[in-house]
């Protein structure tokens, strides 16, 4: 085929369709001479491609499709041994009593069946996007000066963080301590109950923390679920035999409001080994959003903690530490005379004396937290006795939060000699 030079210096008076139909005649000649060509390819040519590629039958039956790079597989692509959904059981098969049975009957030798079993649910973190990698540019010294100004104690790993929102945090923490007052439940709430007592609600909050821990939800669900509790029982009258159903539709209401892939209602019958239907939780759930006028949105110990603990300059052993303090009163149905604030602030300030920090509650502290250490006194007194009483009896009936807080990965804090 002659060149497209060749073409023009031998008919320079071909018009626009002249120029067409040469054209067209010239492609209809390369075609058939393809026809008549041998049947080898060319070392570039699309079957060496093809070859290059290897076996690959389909790159649409990849197994692997829906793998992230971290290698775990996303559960919206389903599982290869079964369904995502299949959760452990957290309780006995011994018919429709319920996992607590009367509240009362928990012998300190019996295994719970939890131990058993494990968590099919994947980390809480697998689902969250991953941190936005900042640019690294050159910053003048004046420009690097004044962001560093703005932004005080932010760290480099927050302000990569597009859900860490920075630039509202102080007026987020002003709105938390204006209203955590207005959502206080009154500590005597159990004289107007005539059928259950606050050593039942001790043994309820011991066995949700073990399905908290299970199901590996956030801390923020474990501390709503509790106030959703102690909130309803202020308003309402109820018997023994229904306080796990009141227990279990609230951890429902609070997993659905702060759990990005929250356990199914299938799951809390099946957690509850069937003592309640499906009816009797959502009925359940009904009543309690209506008693409590649908306020789901109160300011919690889980609010507090996360930047008054960093204000606290705590190491991972140290956070640990105060967050099983902190759990440990949720226990006693005598913290609810303190704010949810004063609550963390007392963890914190006690965590401090058992590390041996020279200054226990530094003025840094009580600018952050709106308490002085003075105030703090009677809360740090009675969770160093809850503290004393869990590591005398290890636990005792209530284990819950004691192996939580003995695993490896939470550096055995309720173990640890201090």
């Given amino acids: 085929m002659p060149a497209k030079s060749e073409i023009f210096a031998q008919q320079p008076e071909l018009g626009v369709l002249g120029l067409r139909e040469n054209r067209r005649n010239d492609a209809n000649a390369c075609r058939g001479a393809a026809r008549q060509a041998p049947r080898g390819r060319a070392p570039g040519s699309n079957a060496a491609l093809r070859s290059a590629r290897g076996n690959v039958s389909n790159e649409n039956t990849n197994p692997n499709v829906g793998t992230g790079t971290n290698g775990k597989r996303s559960p919206r692509f389903g599982t290869a041994s079964g369904s995502f959904n299949s959760r452990p059981m957290l309780g006995n098969a011994s018919g429709r009593v319920g996992v607590l049975g009367e509240i009362t009957n928990i012998v300190a030798a019996q295994t719970s069946q939890t131990d058993k079993v494990k968590s099919v649910k994947p980390p809480q973190n697998s689902f969250l996007p991953p941190a936005l990698v900042m640019e690294q540019s050159a910053v003048p010294s004046e420009a690097a000066e004044e962001e560093k100004g703005a932004v005080g104690r932010v760290g480099k790993a927050e302000l990569a963080n597009a859900q860490s929102v920075q630039e509202y945090a102080p007026e987020i923490q002003r709105r938390l301590f204006d209203d955590e007052a207005a959502r206080l439940v009154q500590p005597d709430y159990m004289d107007s109950q005539a059928d259950i007592t606050p050593k039942m609600r001790t043994i309820l909050v011991d066995w949700l923390v073990e399905v908290h821990n299970k199901y590996r939800l956030v801390p923020e669900t474990l501390h709503l ?147 002085t250490e003075e105030a703090l006194g009677s809360c740090v007194e009675e969770l160093r006795q809850l503290l004393q009483a869990d590591r005398a009896g290890a636990g005792g009936q209530l284990q819950a939060v004691h192996k939580k807080f003995a695993v490896p990965q939470r550096h055995g804090v309720s173990e640890m000699t201090f």
Avoid at 254 to 263: D, G, H, R, V
Avoid at 288 to 300: A, H, K
Avoid at 338 to 366: D, G, I, Q
């Fill in 225 to 371: 679920t509790i106030n959703l509790i102690d909130r309803y029982l202020e308003r309402a009258t109820v018997m023994r035999r229904r306080l796990q159903l009141i227990g279990v539709s609230a951890m429902f209401i609070a997993s659905k409001f702060e759990e990005i892939n929250p356990p199914e209602l299938h799951d809390w019958v099946y957690i509850c080994d069937r003592a309640y239907t499906k009816d009797e939780i959502l009925r359940m759930e009904c009543t309690m959003l209506s008693t409590l006028s649908f306020q789901i949105v109160v300011p919690t110990a889980a609010h507090f903690f996360p930047f008054l603990e960093k204000a606290n300059g705590c190491d991972s052993v140290h956070r640990e530490t105060a967050q099983y303090l902190l759990e440990l009163g949720l226990l006693d149905i005598r913290m609810l005379k303190y704010k949810p604030s004063l609550v963390v602030s007392a963890a914190l300030l006690l965590s401090n004396e058992l590390f041996r920090r020279s200054c226990l509650w530094p003025a840094r502290m009580v600018q952050e937290s709106h308490h």
